[in-house]
């Protein structure tokens, strides 16, 4: 009641922030037993090492990022033309795409709520609306008893659902189904919100859900006398519940995915750039691949391999291991067995995304579909269009992003049946355009892209003494990633670990 006060401005809104970060600062050091300047050696340059040196810095730490990579940025990575990748098969892809398209393979959307956004502002990284839900967009499903095979728009799909449900709550309510529930009042409220929810008719009726322009039009209206023509009818309620359309819309509903949502101007890896940027580029080592981590009486000594194989020992006075947890545990080190078993049980998903390059927009032009995603309940999983570059001559769709099984199957491919099967399920959706149209492709397997090798981790629990024992240090050793985190598969989540990283070292650090 009171959040629905609140809504309506009758009550404050509570201002959810992600912890109360404080930054450290130079002027924290304020006796001569704390010691400024301290070495600091991070492991991986993806969000979290970006962001826990870019803070760190801001008090003087002399930080190194040791990247495997010859890029920044993980899994926020923006895959232009000329981007050119192999992956663990050794299969080689460069992106040929013309100027100005490019794929997010990584991270495409942030939530309102995310300090993903705050990082842009402090940055000056430029932000644009992400379309993540889109009543123009479609659902298609194959694999239901009713209705398979249609593509349905998002906007129809939720008429009919919200339309049936409603009338079903509204007979059930005025024929008494509820009256342990509800007293006579209520069901008149009741009665006059579904009418408004449902676009139901009224008693009269019985209720009755029998479409509304909710659903779309196959004549739009217009000028003079036209006054469109209501798609329709709908189908039955049997066939609507039967279809599986309404499990699509708790999308709309979910915390981390509700709309609106923000992506950076050009790319999202703008982001790891600007951090790099303010970091230093001569701090950034690449082609740096760390090997054996070992605290010392004092301090922590690293090794770490070029491209040649030619090893490196360096010593620090921390580490921050800021790489998937599964890579870390094949590092040599010290810190006991413990850390290796706990690093090895978070496990790592497969994921997997394609950008097909159309030469043409016909989303926009043929469809009327500007940005946002089709969900699907075969391999593909979504569609998505780009929320950039609208009216424009070309555009990426992204013809797959999937997760689990899919993301294993596809990724055993090579690019080719990849983009053979992914635009196979497309024409299914969008016709044969989705074949004719296609200039050029490029795709991403998480799980088997060297240094990253998964999606993103699940923990079979978070609760347990292994998530308890890597949120702690290991001697000099702090661990940071989104996989540390209870928004993993977000940047928030690589931010804000890497920030509670920083914050105990400083801590440590000021305590003497
Ligand atoms: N953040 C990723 C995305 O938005 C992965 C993810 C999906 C995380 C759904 C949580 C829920 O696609």
Not at 107 to 124: F, K, M, N, W
Not at 303 to 308: A, F, H, I, L, S
Not at 338 to 359: D, F
Not at 366 to 393: A, E, K
Request: glycine letters at 10%.
């Amino acid at each position: 009641m009171y959040s629905a006060m609140g809504a309506l401005g009758l009550a404050p809104v509570p201002r959810a922030v992600a912890g109360d970060y404080r930054p450290p600062k130079r002027a924290d050091f304020t006796n001569n037993r704390q010691q400024a300047g301290k070495k600091v050696l991070i492991l991986g340059a993806g969000i979290a090492g970006l962001a826990a040196a870019y803070e760190l810095g801001k008090a003087g730490y002399d930080c190194r990022i040791l990247e495997a990579k010859n890029r920044v940025g993980g899994r926020s990575w923006t895959v232009r033309n000329g981007t050119t990748e192999t992956d663990l098969d050794y299969r080689a892809q460069t992106a040929t795409f013309a100027e100005g398209d490019y794929f997010n393979a990584g991270p495409a959307r942030i939530p309102q709520s995310h300090v993903t956004l705050d990082y842009c502002r402090e940055l000056g990284v430029k932000l644009e609306t992400f379309v993540n839900q889109n009543a123009n967009a479609l659902i298609y499903h194959e694999n239901s008893p009713a209705l398979a095979n249609q593509a349905v728009r998002w906007r129809t799909a939720k008429a009919d659902v919200y339309g049936y449900v409603s009338e079903l709550l509204a007979k059930a309510t005025d024929q008494g189904a509820l009256n342990q529930s509800l007293t006579a009042t209520d069901k008149e409220r009741l009665l006059e919100f579904l009418k408004d929810f449902g676009d139901i008719k009224g008693r009269a009726d019985n209720w009755a859900y029998t479409g509304s322009s909710r659903r779309g039009y196959s004549v739009e209206p217009g000028a003079g006398f036209q006054t469109g023509t209501v798609l329709g009818p709908p189908p039955s309620l049997s066939d609507v519940i039967a279809s599986g359309l309404g499990h699509r819309f708790s999308f709309e509903l979910d915390y981390q995915q509700a709309t609106a949502m923000f992506q950076p101007v050009g790319g999202m890896d703008a982001l790891p750039k600007a951090l790099a940027t303010a970091i230093g580029s001569t701090r950034i080592v690449h082609g740096a691949r760390v090997t054996r981590v070992m605290n010392q009486t004092s301090g922590v000594s690293v090794t770490w391999v070029n491209p040649q194989n030619q090893p490196t020992t360096e010593t620090a006075d921390f580490v921050i291991a800021a790489i998937p947890p599964m890579l870390m545990a094949r590092v040599e080190h010290n810190l006991g067995a413990n850390v290796t078993t706990a690093l090895r049980y978070p496990q790592a998903g497969a994921a997997g995304k394609i950008a097909l390059e159309y030469r043409n927009r016909w989303w926009e032009t043929d469809q009327r579909i500007y940005g946002g995603v089709t969900p699907t309940d075969n391999d593909l999983f979504t569609v998505w269009y780009p929320s950039h570059g609208y009216q424009g001559n070309r555009g990426i769709v992204v013809g797959y992003y999937h997760a689990g099984n899919a993301a294993v199957t596809y990724g055993a491919l090579t690019h080719a049946d990849r983009e053979r099967r992914a635009v196979t399920q497309g024409v299914k959706i969008h016709g044969d355009k989705y074949r004719t149209e296609l200039a050029s492709s490029f795709s991403v397997a998480w799980h088997r892209t060297p240094f990253i090798e998964g999606g993103w981790a699940a923990w079979p629990s978070q609760t347990g003494p292994e998530y308890q024992l890597l949120n702690q240090p290991a001697g000099q050793v702090y661990f940071a990633g989104d996989w540390l985190s209870h928004t993993i598969a977000w940047q928030h989540g690589a931010l804000t670990s890497a920030r509670k990283a920083v914050t105990e070292i400083h801590t440590r650090v000021l305590a003497g």
